[in-house]
């Protein structure tokens, strides 16, 4: 971008999905067949492309290293062949979405752009909450693998039914990428009155920026046209649309530029003034998102790695492959024994960045990235003189420095089997009844547990985890029968203590003490050395960080190094939090960790 053009034309582009089956419980899609590696939920994703080619028993592939046999972006796959004709036999394949409440303006049916096949001929039916028929699209001889066709405005559609009776291949199986007429909006520069953006790399809150998890907020006003946004206007096409959890991508650009992401974030409530001409709502990212999902361990893992463990996390919270990177340089921390307490999906990451003195954050286009403290970024990317900024100030931040730091590890030991969990009473139980008890230990967590019945029953199985056990016991006789557990409880014992100090920096500053937090994924002195040693040469010394109040320019993000040269010299910073605002204008204040 050219922040150092005299005169500057900046755009701005916001994209909102106001409908996604991930996040919109009212949406659910189901067929009269599906092939096992099919996810009907895709067909109404609003993505439009197949991951790969996926190879089936069809006889069309070849093991020519191009085709895939499952995985990513699938959508809905049927399991009955057409025949030579490319014609299916009745009952023919269907595909059924219900939603809530909205108008359809279109009809959108997409195949299998990989494959290069697509429905030829095809009904789609649009039903009301009576299941009254209200429009039936009839198609015959399609020839591309997206078909889209703008109909007049069908009210009060809560069903879709697409049925396909020929594919444009003969001998294999519909393929449907896309069905769900989604509603997506764009609004360009016109339509848009204010975008403010706060993205952060670390937060400090009082303290040191150790373990950072920072989630990323955006405010959106834009211009409600038409009302389009108004909850009463029935014939909007967002009409039940406007709600909380909406996926928003905001883009900015300068002339013919590529465009520039400035994230993707999720909706809160939306804000509709009745005497306003505009609509306002607050975006937040995934990694918000993650405090609201619970993540409960229901095992102890034993020698996992910090990056083990980070992954375990975010697969437990949804996240797939591509959606998340992971430093390496975490994978060469274990931890003997790792539990989690039932907790959200962020408070568990946080955890492990602490233990790890990582910073989790969402990139521009919304993957979680996760960087251990010897992360690299790399060269500079940017050199910025007086004539790029209205303002600059080098704050010495006297708040974090530390010389003499205390590092405690928590570890785990697993004591001698026990009792954890005994009937006080004895339960009552018929002749070859068949009961399931989840019980809960008296200590956690704990390992090798152990259940026994005694009486008029017998212990037919039991799972077991680090909190308790689900058991099914049979009765033997009608009497009565006593469940007990053993297993052996892990405890913290022999804790043990790191001390990493600088004697310069105390006899300049005096002595300023840190300690490290407890962290039950802290276990060993050399982790605790690690750490303490790590802290000590990031804060023993002030440290003169930088603020920049300046046009702005939306490439530069969390994590980049940039250059600042004064009258003093040239310095590199590490960028830390953005703040970025537009109005038809654009200004930026960056804050940079001296590098």
Sequence with gaps: MGYNASVRDIKCKVVVDFTSPFLDESITVT?????RIATLQQTADSVTSMSAKYLLLDGLGT????????????????????????????PYPSLTITHTSRPIQSVKVVGDDKRNEYPVDFTVKLYDVSNTLLHTQTVTGN????????????SAVVKQVLTITKWSTAGTCVKIAEFYTSIQETFERDDIFQINLL?????????????SISSNEIDIRIYNKDRIFDAGNTMSPLYGAVKPNRRVRVYLYEDEEELS?????????WTVPENALWAQTTGRDRIAMLGQSTFSSGEVYEDYSLLDLFELVLTDAGLETGEYVIDTDLDLTTVPYAYFESQSHREALRKLAEAGLAQVYCDREGVIQIEGPEFSSGASVLT??????????NPTNWGTLYNYIIVDTQPLVPGSSETVFVDIEAQNIDNAEVITRLVYFNTVPCLNASATVTGDATLTSATYYAWGASCVITGTSTGTYTLSITAQPLEIKNKQRSVAQDSASIAENGKLTYTFPGNPFVQTLAQAQAISASILASYKDPRRDVTLDWRGDPTIELGDKITVIDTYGNNDYIVVSNRIEYDGTLREETKGRKA
């Design 143 to 154: 020839d591309a693998v997206i078909y889209s066709e703008a109909i007049d405005t069908v």
């Design 261 to 269: 992401p400035l994230g993707v974030f999720w909706t809160g409530e």
């Design 63 to 90: 093991l020519d290293g191009t085709w895939c046999l499952g995985g990513g972006q699938v959508g809905w796959f049927g399991t009955s062949a057409s025949d030579a004709s490319a014609e299916f036999s009745s």
């Design 384 to 393: 910025l003189t007086s004539d790029h900024y209205f303002n600059k100030d």
């Design 199 to 211: 993205e952060e790399r670390e937060v400090s809150e009082g303290s040191l920026p150790i373990g």
């Design 31 to 35: 067929s009269t067949e599906v092939n």
